[in-house]
Protein backbone atom coordinates (compact mmCIF):
# COMPACT_ATOMS: atom_id res chain seq x y z
CA UNK A 1 0.00 0.00 0.00
CA UNK A 2 0.87 3.70 -0.71
CA UNK A 3 -1.07 4.98 1.80
CA UNK A 4 -1.67 8.56 1.36
CA UNK A 5 -0.38 10.12 -1.37
CA UNK A 6 0.24 13.87 -2.03
CA UNK A 7 1.06 15.67 -5.42
CA UNK A 8 3.02 18.08 -5.68
CA UNK A 9 5.46 18.32 -3.00
CA UNK A 10 6.38 21.89 -3.94
CA UNK A 11 5.02 25.09 -5.86
CA UNK A 12 5.05 28.81 -6.13
CA UNK A 13 2.44 30.51 -7.62
CA UNK A 14 2.10 34.42 -7.93
CA UNK A 15 -0.56 35.89 -6.13
CA UNK A 16 -4.15 35.75 -7.42
CA UNK A 17 -2.99 31.95 -9.56
CA UNK A 18 -5.32 28.92 -9.21
CA UNK A 19 -3.84 25.46 -8.07
CA UNK A 20 -5.30 21.92 -7.29
CA UNK A 21 -3.56 19.85 -5.06
CA UNK A 22 -3.87 16.16 -5.03
CA UNK A 23 -4.58 13.78 -2.87
CA UNK A 24 -5.24 10.18 -2.81
CA UNK A 25 -5.34 7.17 -0.47
CA UNK A 26 -5.57 3.46 -1.35
CA UNK A 27 -6.58 2.00 2.19
CA UNK A 28 -10.43 2.26 1.16
CA UNK A 29 -11.13 4.88 4.07
CA UNK A 30 -14.27 6.86 4.02
CA UNK A 31 -12.64 10.25 6.27
CA UNK A 32 -10.44 11.88 4.50
CA UNK A 33 -9.31 16.03 5.57
CA UNK A 34 -7.09 18.78 4.55
CA UNK A 35 -4.51 20.22 7.12
CA UNK A 36 -2.60 23.24 6.64
CA UNK A 37 0.76 24.10 9.24
CA UNK A 38 2.51 27.52 9.24
CA UNK A 39 6.19 27.71 10.22
CA UNK A 40 6.02 26.42 14.07
CA UNK A 41 2.41 25.84 14.38
CA UNK A 42 0.29 22.74 14.57
CA UNK A 43 -2.07 21.42 12.11
CA UNK A 44 -5.52 23.67 10.97
CA UNK A 45 -8.16 21.75 9.95
CA UNK A 46 -9.32 23.25 6.58
CA UNK A 47 -11.68 20.81 5.36
CA UNK A 48 -12.41 17.25 5.67
CA UNK A 49 -14.73 14.45 3.94
CA UNK A 50 -17.05 11.45 5.53
CA UNK A 51 -17.96 9.69 2.02
CA UNK A 52 -17.72 10.53 -1.46
CA UNK A 53 -19.95 13.23 -1.84
CA UNK A 54 -19.61 14.94 1.32
CA UNK A 55 -17.48 17.82 2.77
CA UNK A 56 -17.43 20.19 5.28
CA UNK A 57 -15.38 22.88 6.61
CA UNK A 58 -12.99 23.16 9.02
CA UNK A 59 -11.44 25.47 10.84
CA UNK A 60 -9.98 27.57 8.30
CA UNK A 61 -11.87 27.16 5.39
CA UNK A 62 -11.46 30.48 3.08
CA UNK A 63 -10.29 30.64 0.02
CA UNK A 64 -10.04 26.70 -0.27
CA UNK A 65 -12.43 24.11 -1.62
CA UNK A 66 -13.01 20.62 -2.03
CA UNK A 67 -14.38 17.83 -3.75
CA UNK A 68 -14.93 14.12 -3.21
CA UNK A 69 -16.02 12.08 -5.94
CA UNK A 70 -14.67 8.94 -5.29
CA UNK A 71 -13.61 7.37 -2.26
CA UNK A 72 -9.53 7.57 -3.04
CA UNK A 73 -9.33 10.94 -3.68
CA UNK A 74 -10.06 14.06 -2.15
CA UNK A 75 -8.33 16.93 -4.45
CA UNK A 76 -8.05 21.02 -2.59
CA UNK A 77 -8.35 23.79 -4.85
CA UNK A 78 -6.67 27.18 -4.33
CA UNK A 79 -8.96 29.75 -5.84
CA UNK A 80 -6.94 33.39 -6.18
CA UNK A 81 -3.79 32.99 -4.13
CA UNK A 82 -2.81 34.61 -1.28
CA UNK A 83 0.68 34.95 0.13
CA UNK A 84 -1.33 33.92 3.65
CA UNK A 85 -1.97 30.81 2.29
CA UNK A 86 2.01 30.41 2.22
CA UNK A 87 2.09 26.87 4.24
CA UNK A 88 2.29 23.34 4.22
CA UNK A 89 -0.80 21.13 3.29
CA UNK A 90 -1.10 18.10 4.39
CA UNK A 91 -4.00 15.46 3.36
CA UNK A 92 -5.18 12.75 5.97
CA UNK A 93 -7.18 9.48 6.22
CA UNK A 94 -8.71 7.64 8.65
CA UNK A 95 -10.89 4.54 8.40
CA UNK A 96 -13.65 5.24 11.17
CA UNK A 97 -14.10 8.02 14.01
CA UNK A 98 -12.77 8.97 16.34
CA UNK A 99 -9.44 7.03 15.48
CA UNK A 100 -5.95 7.53 14.19
CA UNK A 101 -5.22 9.78 10.92
CA UNK A 102 -2.74 8.50 8.76
CA UNK A 103 -0.43 11.70 7.17
CA UNK A 104 0.52 12.21 3.43
CA UNK A 105 4.14 13.64 2.91
CA UNK A 106 2.78 17.08 2.62
CA UNK A 107 3.03 19.71 -0.62
CA UNK A 108 5.40 22.96 0.50
CA UNK A 109 3.25 25.69 -1.17
CA UNK A 110 4.59 29.22 -1.51
CA UNK A 111 2.72 32.42 -2.64
CA UNK A 112 4.71 35.02 -4.00
CA UNK B 1 -8.59 29.52 19.91
CA UNK B 2 -7.10 26.50 20.51
CA UNK B 3 -7.43 24.05 23.33
CA UNK B 4 -4.82 22.00 23.10
CA UNK B 5 -1.16 23.24 24.36
CA UNK B 6 1.50 22.38 25.40
CA UNK B 7 3.57 23.41 28.12
CA UNK B 8 7.22 23.00 26.78
CA UNK B 9 8.09 24.68 23.09
CA UNK B 10 11.49 22.35 23.17
CA UNK B 11 12.93 19.77 25.41
CA UNK B 12 16.61 18.55 25.43
CA UNK B 13 17.31 15.43 26.17
CA UNK B 14 20.57 13.05 26.72
CA UNK B 15 20.42 9.69 25.00
CA UNK B 16 19.38 7.20 27.44
CA UNK B 17 17.33 9.21 29.89
CA UNK B 18 13.46 9.23 29.82
CA UNK B 19 11.21 12.12 28.31
CA UNK B 20 8.19 13.47 29.42
CA UNK B 21 6.34 15.67 27.09
CA UNK B 22 3.23 17.38 28.34
CA UNK B 23 -0.23 18.77 26.71
CA UNK B 24 -2.94 20.73 28.07
CA UNK B 25 -6.09 20.40 26.98
CA UNK B 26 -9.79 22.69 28.06
CA UNK B 27 -12.31 21.15 26.70
CA UNK B 28 -13.55 18.52 29.30
CA UNK B 29 -15.92 16.62 26.45
CA UNK B 30 -12.95 15.79 25.02
CA UNK B 31 -13.15 11.64 24.58
CA UNK B 32 -10.21 10.81 22.29
CA UNK B 33 -7.02 12.24 22.22
CA UNK B 34 -3.56 10.97 19.89
CA UNK B 35 0.22 12.03 19.75
CA UNK B 36 1.98 12.41 16.66
CA UNK B 37 5.52 12.53 15.57
CA UNK B 38 6.45 14.62 13.29
CA UNK B 39 10.04 14.47 11.70
CA UNK B 40 11.15 17.70 9.43
CA UNK B 41 10.10 17.52 6.03
CA UNK B 42 7.58 14.79 6.77
CA UNK B 43 3.75 14.32 7.68
CA UNK B 44 2.95 13.45 11.50
CA UNK B 45 3.02 9.58 12.26
CA UNK B 46 0.83 8.57 14.80
CA UNK B 47 2.42 6.97 18.03
CA UNK B 48 -0.29 6.29 20.60
CA UNK B 49 -4.01 6.90 21.51
CA UNK B 50 -6.05 6.97 24.63
CA UNK B 51 -9.97 6.88 25.05
CA UNK B 52 -11.71 8.93 28.21
CA UNK B 53 -12.33 5.72 29.84
CA UNK B 54 -8.98 5.36 30.09
CA UNK B 55 -5.86 6.97 32.28
CA UNK B 56 -2.86 5.38 31.12
CA UNK B 57 -2.11 3.21 27.75
CA UNK B 58 1.50 1.61 26.73
CA UNK B 59 2.99 1.19 23.55
CA UNK B 60 6.73 0.21 22.38
CA UNK B 61 8.85 2.64 24.48
CA UNK B 62 5.73 5.19 24.97
CA UNK B 63 3.22 5.69 27.65
CA UNK B 64 0.22 8.26 27.24
CA UNK B 65 -1.02 8.84 30.94
CA UNK B 66 -4.87 10.91 30.91
CA UNK B 67 -5.38 12.96 33.96
CA UNK B 68 -9.22 14.13 33.14
CA UNK B 69 -9.38 15.97 36.42
CA UNK B 70 -6.84 19.01 35.40
CA UNK B 71 -6.92 17.84 31.40
CA UNK B 72 -3.82 16.93 31.36
CA UNK B 73 -2.04 14.48 28.84
CA UNK B 74 1.72 13.27 28.70
CA UNK B 75 3.78 11.13 26.43
CA UNK B 76 6.29 9.30 28.07
CA UNK B 77 9.35 7.99 26.39
CA UNK B 78 11.63 5.89 27.51
CA UNK B 79 15.49 5.52 26.94
CA UNK B 80 15.19 8.18 24.40
CA UNK B 81 17.06 7.66 21.28
CA UNK B 82 18.32 10.23 18.97
CA UNK B 83 16.18 8.88 16.26
CA UNK B 84 13.22 10.20 18.68
CA UNK B 85 14.42 13.75 17.86
CA UNK B 86 11.16 15.29 16.27
CA UNK B 87 8.15 17.81 17.14
CA UNK B 88 5.71 15.62 18.88
CA UNK B 89 2.11 17.31 18.95
CA UNK B 90 -0.83 16.22 20.81
CA UNK B 91 -4.22 16.31 19.52
CA UNK B 92 -7.95 15.50 20.80
CA UNK B 93 -11.27 14.84 19.35
CA UNK B 94 -14.45 16.76 20.60
CA UNK B 95 -16.75 14.93 18.64
CA UNK B 96 -18.51 14.98 15.61
CA UNK B 97 -16.56 13.36 12.49
CA UNK B 98 -13.32 12.43 13.70
CA UNK B 99 -12.03 16.60 13.73
CA UNK B 100 -8.97 16.42 15.63
CA UNK B 101 -7.68 19.70 17.15
CA UNK B 102 -3.95 19.72 17.42
CA UNK B 103 -1.65 21.79 20.07
CA UNK B 104 1.43 23.85 18.31
CA UNK B 105 3.81 20.85 19.32
CA UNK B 106 7.02 20.42 21.81
CA UNK B 107 10.38 19.76 19.73
CA UNK B 108 12.41 17.44 21.36
CA UNK B 109 15.98 17.32 21.11
CA UNK B 110 17.89 13.82 21.98
CA UNK B 111 21.93 14.61 22.57
CA UNK B 112 23.93 11.36 21.74
Known amino acids: NAGVTQTPKFRILKIGQSMTLQCAQD?????MYWYRQDPGMGLKLIYYSVGAGITDKGEVPNGYNVSRSTTEDFPLRLELAAPSQTSVYFC???????????FGPGTRLTVT | GESVGLHLPTLSVQEGDNSIINCAYS??????FIWYKQESGKGPQFIIDIRSNMDKRQGQRVTVLLNKTVKHLSLQIAATQPGDSAVYFCAENTGGYSTLTFGKGTMLLVSP
Open chain 1, 92 to 102: ASSSATPYEQY
Open chain 2, 27 to 32: NSASDY
Open chain 1, 27 to 31: MNHNY
